[in-house]
């Protein structure tokens, strides 16, 4: 049975790792905190070895984009130095590693989706730390695919689904902000492809199925769209209505500047692998079920 070692243990990516590898008869050993801390990254090396793993998935992050503002070293070292880490074990045991990253990376200025080929230029903390993780994976071993994804959301940790859920049971009207567009992405969803790439690549030595790919769901919004389709989908679970005032980013300062475009193109990961994520609005019906009892 092939084992695969994954970073984190209560996220969204790595329960839906857990979820889908149990179903598939995977075996799936996550770590992480208290047991691992990735701030400090010499914790990696005994648990790592002890798994005996056929490969290795990043997933694990330090994820709290404002608060890495003010915690930059903290969020260097988790996302930058700790893949690094990682990736250099990997090497030595001469297997894979996944990695996933963000649409973070980039700066936000382009016009239409980004192409892996795209300059990176992050313009906040949390995506210079993305990107530095990046560039270790890179340095350390060619047996890599780094993955990068966006706008996570599932049933599982924090997310923007969630967090409009929840301000959705006291209030009538929310501001949401409009002028920010991406592709949402389900985590169980991600966590599909991991394993298909994981599987292909324990298997097969061939260097076009390493490297960066683009990995989202399909179509793009807003925030205040994605809002909108989630107040839809709770209202027809039985859920009272809630208005979203759409309102320009500049209107809602956050400690982190965050990218205005950050659409990735999923083709590289289509045509090289023959995987393309579910559209956002079929994920996002998955997801409100697991989160609504329907009252009707
Ligand atoms: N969420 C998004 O919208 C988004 C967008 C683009 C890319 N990504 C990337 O996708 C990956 C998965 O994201 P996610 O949404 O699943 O993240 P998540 O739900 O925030 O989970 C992050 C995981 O990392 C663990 N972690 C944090 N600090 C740690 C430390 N010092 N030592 C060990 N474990 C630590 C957390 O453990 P605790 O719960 O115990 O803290 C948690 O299990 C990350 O690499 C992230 O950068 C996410």
Same mark, same amino acid.
Not at 78 to 91: F, M
Not at 116 to 126: I, K, L, N, R
Not at 209 to 214: A, E, I
């Given at each position: 049975?092939?084992?695969?070692?994954?970073?984190?243990?209560?996220?969204?990516?790595?329960?839906?790792?857990?979820?889908?590898?149990?179903?598939?008869?995977?075996?799936?050993?996550?770590?992480?905190?208290?047991?691992?801390?990735?701030?400090?990254?010499?914790?990696?090396?005994?648990?790592?070895?002890?798994?005996?793993?056929?490969?290795?998935?990043?997933?694990?992050?330090?994820?709290?984009?404002?608060?890495? !503002?003010?915690?930059?070293?903290?969020?260097?070292?988790?996302?930058?130095?700790?893949?690094?880490?990682?990736?250099?074990?990997?090497?030595?045991?001469?297997?894979?590693?996944?990695?996933?990253?963000?649409?973070?990376?980039?700066?936000?200025?382009?016009?239409?989706?980004?192409?892996?080929?795209?300059?990176?230029?992050?313009?906040?903390?949390?995506?210079?730390?993305?990107?530095?993780?990046?560039?270790?994976?890179?340095?350390?071993?060619?047996?890599?695919?780094?993955?990068?994804?966006?706008?996570?959301?599932?049933?599982?940790?924090?997310?923007?689904?969630?967090?409009?859920?929840?301000?959705?049971?006291?209030?009538?009207?929310?501001?949401?902000?409009?002028?920010?567009?991406?592709?949402?992405?389900?985590?169980?969803?991600?966590?599909?492809?991991?394993?298909?790439?994981?599987?292909?690549?324990?298997?097969?030595?061939?260097?076009?199925?390493?490297?960066?790919?683009?990995?989202?769901?399909?179509?793009?919004?807003?925030?205040?769209?994605?809002?909108?389709?989630?107040?839809?989908?709770? !209202?027809?679970?039985?859920?009272?209505?809630?208005?979203?005032?759409?309102?320009?980013?500049?209107?809602?300062?956050?400690?982190?500047?965050?990218?205005?475009?950050?659409?990735?193109?999923?083709?590289?990961?289509?045509?090289?692998?023959?995987?393309?994520?579910?559209?956002?609005?079929?994920?996002?019906?998955?997801?409100?079920?697991?989160?609504?009892?329907?009252?009707?």
């Amino acid at each position: 049975m092939m084992r695969i070692l994954v970073t984190g243990k209560e996220g969204q990516v790595d329960t839906s790792l857990q979820t889908l590898g149990d179903k598939l008869g995977l075996e799936i050993i996550r770590i992480g905190l208290p047991e691992i801390d990735l701030s400090q990254p010499e914790t990696l090396e005994a648990p790592v070895r002890d798994a005996r793993p056929d490969v290795i998935i990043s997933s694990a992050a330090y994820t709290t984009v404002d608060k890495a !503002e003010t915690e930059a070293e903290l969020a260097q070292t988790i996302n930058g130095d700790a893949p690094g880490a990682l990736a250099r074990l990997a090497a030595e045991l001469d297997i894979p590693i996944l990695h996933l990253s963000t649409d973070y990376v980039f700066a936000g200025d382009k016009h239409g989706a980004y192409d892996e080929t795209d300059t990176p230029a992050p313009a906040s903390v949390y995506g210079k730390t993305k990107l530095s993780g990046e560039d270790q994976i890179r340095a350390a071993t060619d047996n890599h695919v780094i993955l990068r994804t966006a706008w996570v959301y599932s049933p599982y940790g924090n997310n923007f689904v969630k967090t409009m859920l929840r301000l959705g049971e006291t209030r009538d009207e929310l501001n949401v902000v409009a002028d920010q567009y991406g592709c949402p992405t389900y985590a169980p969803e991600i966590a599909r492809a991991l394993l298909a790439v994981a599987q292909q690549v324990v298997i097969d030595r061939d260097p076009t199925l390493r490297g960066t790919f683009h990995l989202t769901g399909q179509g793009e919004t807003n925030w205040a769209e994605f809002a909108e389709a989630i107040f839809a989908g709770a !209202e027809s679970r039985g859920r009272k209505p809630v208005r979203i005032k759409p309102i320009p980013a500049s209107e809602y300062p956050t400690p982190a500047k965050r990218p205005a475009n950050s659409r990735l193109n999923g083709d590289k990961l289509d045509d090289t692998y023959g995987l393309r994520l579910d559209p956002w609005r079929e994920s996002l019906d998955d997801c409100l079920d697991q989160l609504i009892t329907a009252t009707r």
